[in-house]
């Protein structure tokens, strides 16, 4: 089975501290995604990577960037956190295909809270 | 992505079939049907997708209208571990980014 594991299920971090949250797959997927969760608002995706070292920006990257070194791993940073920025965050990877076949999958999240 | 809408919640009894319908009518050729859930406290699970026809696995059936702009998720027997927030997503590709509307509840009473 497709494990996607995240570093942590909550974090507290004050305003103004770099925050990163980890995340690791272990299929060889090579597309991974952050997104954030909230009340009435959905997912939103933050950025994703379909490689190593390759980044796309989503539809809220604003405040946030990510790094992929190796392939497993995709990580999100929070440069400065800000209260805006509590959310649940969720890593998902997926296969790359151009077809419709290739389902993401999800980890447990990560429930981050600025003080 | 083509715009998907979905009935904000909806109630089912245990051990009866759950239909979950799903507006696409904007839906283009090439883009899939995707189910997706939420259990509360967890990440996203993939349930079913679909292109024209109809499609069955171990979890539920999709059933896609013949026009494609519309279709209906079936949990055959609910339980009350199907309690779940329930989304209707149609995408080109998983491979590409997901976008999430605000799903449907879906609460399975005894």
């Known amino acids: 089975d497709v494990k996607v594991t995240q570093s942590s299920r909550y974090l507290v971090k004050r305003t103004g501290e770099k925050v990163f949250l980890e995340c690791v797959q272990d299929?060889?997927?090579?597309?991974m995604f952050w997104y954030r969760q909230d009340p009435g608002l959905g997912l939103r995706l933050i950025y994703f990577?379909?490689?190593?070292?390759?980044?796309e920006k989503g539809d809220i990257p604003e405040g946030y960037s990510v790094s992929r070194e190796k392939k497993e791993r995709f990580s999100l940073i929070l440069e400065s956190a800000s209260t805006n920025q509590t959310s649940m965050y969720l890593c998902?990877?997926?296969?790359?295909?151009?077809?419709?076949?290739?389902?993401?999958?999800f980890g447990p999240g990560t429930r981050l809270t600025v003080l | 992505d083509a715009k998907t809408t979905q009935p904000t919640s909806m109630d089912c009894a245990e051990g009866r079939a759950a239909n979950l319908p799903c507006n696409h009518s904007?839906?283009?050729?090439?883009?899939?049907v995707y189910w997706y859930r939420q259990i509360h406290s967890q990440g996203p699970q993939y349930i079913i997708h679909?292109?024209?026809n109809n499609e069955t696995n171990e979890m539920a059936s999709l059933i896609i209208t013949e026009d494609r702009k519309s279709s209906t998720l079936i949990l055959p027997h609910a339980t009350l571990r199907d309690t779940a927030v329930y989304y209707c997503?149609?995408?080109?590709?998983?491979?590409?980014?997901?976008?999430f509307g605000g799903g449907t509840r879906v609460l399975v009473k005894p």
């Open positions: 997503i149609a995408s080109k590709a998983a491979g590409n980014k997901l976008t």
């Open positions: 998902a990877s997926s296969l790359l295909g151009l077809a419709g076949d290739n389902e993401q999958f």
């Open positions: 299929m060889d997927h090579e597309n």
């Open positions: 904007t839906i283009s050729g090439n883009e899939y």
């Open positions: 679909g292109l024209k």
């Open positions: 990577s379909y490689d190593v070292k390759m980044k």
